[in-house]
Nanobody, 119 residues
């Protein structure tokens, strides 16, 4: 059973930094991609950043230059370093894991973690 456990959220002032972590466990295939989505109240969930097992990354335009995704594949852990945080970054952040098994995409989600940017 695949499980994703997130940590590192909280309340931070504008301009501050936070680092989110997501540890995956269970029957995970080596060839996978991990990412972070976020969802603000009344808004759709959006992809923030993603990284493949080969290290290729994607960052949404809204966070480029401020957020950095990285991973420790040996630990099946993905990180999101968030700098220069803005109030509009306030949202629930969700860890995501995808991999293909038997020709079928398998997608897993963490429980979500709150990030609040406010003075």
């Amino acid at each position: 059973q695949v499980q994703l456990v997130e940590s590192g959220g909280g309340l931070v002032q504008p301009g501050g930094s936070l680092r989110l972590s997501c540890a995956a466990s269970g029957g995970i295939l080596t060839d996978n991609r991990m990412g972070w989505y976020r969802q603000a109240p009344g808004e759709q969930r959006e992809l923030v950043a993603r990284i493949t097992s080969a290290g290729a990354t994607y960052h949404a335009d809204s966070v480029k230059g401020r957020f950095t995704i990285s991973r420790d594949s040996a630990k099946n852990t993905v990180y999101l370093q968030m700098n220069s945080l803005k109030p509009e970054d306030t949202a629930g952040y969700y860890c995501n894991l995808d991999f293909v098994r038997g020709g079928v995409w398998n997608t897993y989600w963490g429980q979500g973690i709150q990030v609040i940017v406010s003075s």
